[in-house]
């Protein structure tokens, strides 16, 4: 696999970053995952505009659409890739070990593209998850890569047997370990608003519009945990996951326990708006 590399490309077997780079050290860099279909970026655009933000908030001096030429590259060289998904992280760049934010003027850029094979079992099955304490930062709006709270979530979500966790703080249900979280109540979506709690998902986004042309009434308010068990459909939507029905919820059915019509309507809109 060709990667790029600090403006060089290169065979992923050689391609390296120091040992100082704040990303390996501090977490400090902002990364995106883009999904390909088609041998096209999908809302290249909007990716573009969160990471620029991230950015711009943590003051990495780094301006992501000068990468467009290079995103553009990747997908020339490597033309089997007709579904898969982009990685981009930015770091602060290589400093020696401070806390204090060093004025670094060359970021560290780490971009690459893989091909994906779906595996459609939980989009045309539903999946199962499992509640897990959200001990997350306040600054979950930013993609940094301190993704360890995540990981950590998702691990105990397959030990136990399911397929993803869902974060809760307290009563209050925010998002799952890599995807964000509607609920259908009475043929609404309800979704945790955008804020600190979450990440402003570009597929929730994407969701968002495709329930306004379908006339779905969609509410960006919290919900607890009990109004999600006692909910008629609960899905997922990431750049990965897609959308996503969950049928059960530690050992709990939710609604009949199968995928539900108002998720239905939404995968299929969404599939049409991938082009797929
Ligand atoms: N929340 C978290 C914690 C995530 O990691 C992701 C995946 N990027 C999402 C939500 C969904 O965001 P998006 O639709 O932009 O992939």
Not at 211 to 236: H, M, N, R, W, Y
Request: glycine share 8%; with cysteine.
């Amino acid at each position: 696999m060709i990667v790029y590399v600090n403006g060089q490309w290169l065979d992923d077997s050689s391609a390296t970053v120091s040992f100082q780079d704040r990303a390996f050290v501090f977490a400090d860099a902002v990364y995106e995952v883009v999904h390909i279909y088609n041998g096209s970026y999908f809302k290249l655009d909007l990716h573009l505009d969160r990471m620029q933000k991230g950015l711009d908030k943590l003051r990495i001096q780094s301006q992501v659409n000068d990468l467009i030429p290079v995103f553009n590259e990747l997908l020339n060289r490597n033309p089997e890739v007709k579904r898969g998904s982009l990685y981009v992280q930015i770091s602060r760049g290589e400093a020696p070990r401070a806390h204090g934010l060093p004025k670094l003027k060359e970021p560290t850029v780490v971009v690459y593209v893989r091909p994906l094979t779906p595996d459609p079992r939980i989009w045309e099955q539903g999946g199962r998850a499992t509640f897990v304490e959200d001990l997350r930062w306040q600054m979950c709006n930013i993609k940094t890569t301190g993704l360890l709270l995540n990981c950590m979530a998702k691990e105990e979500a397959l030990e136990r047997g399911c397929d993803d966790a869902i974060f809760h703080r307290g009563e209050i249900v925010t998002e799952a370990s890599a995807s964000n979280l509607f609920i259908v109540k009475k043929g609404t979506l309800v979704t945790h608003p955008t804020g600190p709690w979450i990440l402003p998902g570009i597929t929730r986004h994407v969701v968002i519009e495709l329930a306004k042309t379908l006339g779905i009434p969609v509410k960006e308010e919290q919900f607890t945990k009990d109004d999600l068990l006692s909910a008629d459909e609960l899905f997922l939507t990431g750049t990965m996951s897609e959308v996503s029905p969950y049928v059960e919820v530690d050992g709990n059915k939710i609604g009949t326990g199968e995928v539900g019509p108002v998720t239905k309507r939404i995968q299929e809109a969404f599939r049409k708006e991938t082009g797929i």
